[in-house]
């Protein structure tokens, strides 16, 4: 199993800035998958051009089975992953975008600016996170409980998780 955390940000992939959502994803992941996982993490700049390249190149020819991104979703002109995204997905799952606006909105009013949403190309499941720490743990628990499913469903790896973090769902299972 091959997951890679994709930070989207123009400063920063410069160095300008620390990236702190990266890390926050990884560390989540990290609590709650108990089966082999290789974690990766990388940092890109905005652009719907290389974030297209970029996400495709993780499924095509890394086969990386899941690819979480942090960045870009917002209304901003350089927010374009979603319009990436949208290039790359062969199946769009629009169920997680909607149940990640639904929790963010628990906590801020502006959640609902988010474009963010799910999908799959070949055996690999994308999904667009928030950029916030706390917005990503929340985000998470929210939503992964359906992830481990759809990864047997397009036969991406199997994972396993920690009950006491998150409980997967898998009919009759």
């Known amino acids: 199993m091959k997951v890679v955390v994709v930070t989207i940000s123009d400063r920063a992939s410069k160095g300008i800035y620390e990236d702190i959502s990266g890390p926050a994803i990884v560390d ?11 974690i990766e993490r990388i940092v890109i700049p905005d652009g719907e051009d290389v974030v297209r390249d970029a996400l495709i190149d993780l499924a095509d020819n890394q086969q990386v089975d899941m690819v979480l991104t942090t960045g870009g979703t917002g209304p901003s002109p350089r927010d374009q992953t979603p319009e990436a995204m949208k290039a790359v997905l062969e199946k769009e799952l629009p169920g997680f975008g909607e149940l990640l606006r639904q929790v963010g909105l628990t906590q801020t009013p502006t959640s609902i600016l988010s474009r963010q949403t799910a999908g799959t190309r070949g055996k690999t499941f994308y999904l ?4 916030k720490p706390a917005a990503i743990a929340m985000s998470l628990d929210a939503v992964f409980p359906a ?5 047997d469903l397009i036969g991406a790896g199997r994972i396993e998780t920690d ?4 409980v997967s769902f898998r009919p009759g299972g």
Do not use: F
Request: hydrophobic share 40%; with cysteine.
């Open 28 to 38: 989540w992941l990290e609590k709650a998958i108990t089966s082999p996982c290789e």
């Open 163 to 166: 009950p006491d973090i998150v």
């Open 147 to 151: 992830i481990p499913y759809c990864l």
């Open 128 to 131: 667009n996170l928030p950029g």
